[in-house]
């Protein structure tokens, strides 16, 4: 009989809830914290390897931090020395990073975020379980899949997967479009398959700092657009009401923005459905398209503000953004 032929999975860690420790303050990550890949080691067909990239707490995962992340993750997909990468992650920004290497990629490299939700000192630890996880899906033959984020033994596409509650091990869900599969005791089950990707133009991944997120509420909006256009802000998401639409107040803030030069894009702040030039009254969709917004059909505005920064760092018209942005 021939020797199963091992897949070299490597574990690329990032600190988060999944490596820390109780300290008198509180959970924190210290300089000895390293993750537990105990759990896939007896794995059939997987040969483990962990690498600790840095050790941050999630919130203090910046941009350029995620930049950092995707473009190993790019070096390794080009090199081709792992078959599989696990990136061990906190929960707080694991769905921007994820999205920020998704975007980098060509799709040929399993690349798997994972994380914990409960810290090893406390009862229920998920982590063990969701690297293990992670593990069997990087190591899982499926073309174009994408980075994945598996947590609670479901398998999400980075581009919709988001944290929706503060504490639950099933915090992460993909609202409005479900996992795409399941890790079940035998086997990774694949329910459906992403038919849909962002991919930025190949190259050196460079992005603008200065692109803002507003959150439009009931009177307040407007003012900060205005702010972020007057300190040269080369690019704002605005995450308007329903379908995109706004106060007429605020979309004279976005008629001053795109006449200065600023790329503005509208998103919704709902957490399903897309913005689309419905209403045509002031401060409607359509209105707003036509003072020049583009619209980024049903993507969260965390995400979709760095994919912004990105196409801005290469140097992207806004023909070009607007024509990436088209099949959302």
């Not at 504490?167 to 996992?179: A, H, I, L, N, Q």
């Amino acid at each position: 009989m021939n020797p199963v032929k091992l897949k070299k999975i490597l574990v690329l860690s990032t600190g988060g809830t999944i490596e820390m420790t109780p300290m008198s303050h509180g959970l924190t990550i210290s300089t000895n914290s390293k993750v537990d890949v105990s759990s896939a080691n007896t794995l059939d067909g997987a040969d483990i390897y962990v690498k600790k990239f840095f050790n941050l707490p999630s919130p203090h995962i910046t941009p350029e931090i995620m930049v950092d992340i995707a473009t190993e993750l790019r070096r390794i997909e080009v090199t081709k020395e792992y078959h599989g990468v696990v990136v061990t992650h906190g929960t707080d920004t694991l769905e921007e990073t994820a999205f920020m290497a998704d975007i980098h990629l060509e799709g040929s490299l399993p690349v798997v975020f994972t994380a914990a939700m409960r810290s090893n000192s406390e009862l229920g630890v998920d982590g063990p379980r969701n690297i293990r996880s992670a593990v069997r899906v990087a190591c899982t033959e499926i073309n174009n899949l994408g980075v994945t984020v598996v947590l609670n033994d479901e398998i999400h596409a980075a581009g919709r997967v988001t944290k929706t509650c503060t504490s639950k091990v099933s915090s992460f869900d993909s609202p409005g479009y479900g996992p795409l599969g399941f890790v079940d005791d035998d086997r990774v089950l694949y329910h459906r398959l992403p038919i849909w990707r962002m991919n930025l133009p190949q190259g050196q991944l460079v992005l603008e700092k200065k692109v803002g997120l507003v959150r439009i509420v009931a009177g307040f909006g407007g003012d900060l657009i205005d702010f972020l256009t007057e300190t040269n802000y080369k690019g704002i998401v605005v995450e308007a009401f329903g379908r995109g639409n706004v106060h007429p107040d605020t979309a004279l803030s976005i008629k001053r923005a795109v006449d200065s030069g600023v790329i503005v894009v509208i998103t919704s702040r709902c957490y399903k459905g897309r913005v689309l030039a419905v209403y045509g009254y002031p401060g409607g969709g359509s209105d707003l398209k036509n003072k020049g917004a583009l619209s980024a059909g049903d993507m969260a505005g965390n995400k979709i503000r760095l994919f912004l920064m990105a196409c801005i760092g290469a140097g992207l018209s806004k023909e070009q953004i607007e024509k990436l942005l088209s099949s959302l």
